[in-house]
C-alpha cells in the first residue's frame, strides 16, 4: 500500500482528506453496565419469538388446512407462496420495528467518532 501523503500535479504534498478512528475493542465492559445493551436484547429476543410464532402458525395451519383426512381442501391455505409471505413480511417488520431500538445495524454501517 503507497503512504499516506501523496503528491498533487503541481509537486506540493497533501495529507488524508479523512480521519482514521482507532480500532474499538470487541467486547467493551463498560457497555455491560448500560441499560441500552439489556433494552436491545430484550427486543431482540421478542421479535424472534414473534418471527417463529407466526412462521411456525402459518405452517402449522396450512397443513392443518390442505389436511384431507381432517376435512380440509387440497387447494385450501395460503400456499407455499403465502408461507413465503409470512416469513418475508415479518422479517421487514421486525427489522423495522427494532432497528431503532437495538441498533445492530446502524453499528455495522455507520462508524464511531
Do not use: H
Amino acid at each position: 500500500m503507497d503512504n499516506d501523503i501523496g503528491v498533487n500535479v503541481r509537486g506540493s504534498a497533501y495529507g488524508k482528506d479523512y480521519y482514521d478512528p482507532p480500532p474499538a475493542p470487541f467486547i467493551d465492559v463498560e457497555e455491560l453496565s448500560k441499560w441500552s445493551l439489556y433494552r436491545a436484547v430484550i427486543a431482540e429476543f421478542i421479535a424472534t419469538l414473534l418471527f417463529l410464532y407466526i412462521g411456525v402458525l402459518t405452517i402449522i395451519g396450512y397443513k392443518s388446512q390442505t389436511d384431507t383426512k381432517a376435512n380440509g381442501d387440497v387447494c385450501g391455505g395460503v400456499g407455499l407462496l403465502g408461507i413465503a409471505w409470512a416469513f418475508g413480511g415479518m422479517i421487514f417488520v421486525l427489522v423495522y420495528c427494532t432497528a431503532g431500538i437495538s441498533g445492530f445495524f446502524l453499528k455495522l454501517s455507520l462508524p464511531s467518532f
